[in-house]
């Protein structure tokens, strides 16, 4: 799991991440950064119902996610607000394809 100070929860901060954050996708992933002014990024991740309309997938999709960040982050820079909205399609990807897919959107959004 996601360690706490690295999620991003609050309303008005996924409202300016929104508004104000630069986007880049890559496949089936889509996301979009602000700078935070902390020590640490956080991250929120959004899987709406075109994706699936089951809970289940999308929870599983979002676990993954987090699982390739948790074993990122060291690696990854300080000091933004990510968001990382998944693209219908992701979910027939196998785990590995979705690391690699969020690797590559790291890497186009110099996170990494």
């Not at 699936?52 to 607000?81: C, E, M, Q, V």
Request: proline fraction near 3%.
């Amino acid at each position: 799991m996601l360690p706490l100070k690295n999620r991003l929860k609050k309303k008005k901060d996924f409202e300016y991440v929104f508004k104000k954050g630069n986007g880049f996708r890559d496949g089936f992933l889509f996301l979009k950064l602000a700078e935070n002014n902390l020590k640490t990024s956080r991250f929120a991740f959004v899987v709406s119902l075109k994706v699936s309309k089951k809970a289940s997938l999308r929870n599983k999709i979002k676990r993954n996610l987090k699982k390739t960040i948790k074993a990122n982050l060291p690696r990854i820079k300080t000091g933004f607000d990510v968001t990382l909205t998944v693209i219908p399609g992701l979910e027939k990807q196998s785990l590995q394809q979705m690391r690699e897919t969020a690797e590559s959107v790291f890497k186009k959004a110099e996170l990494v």
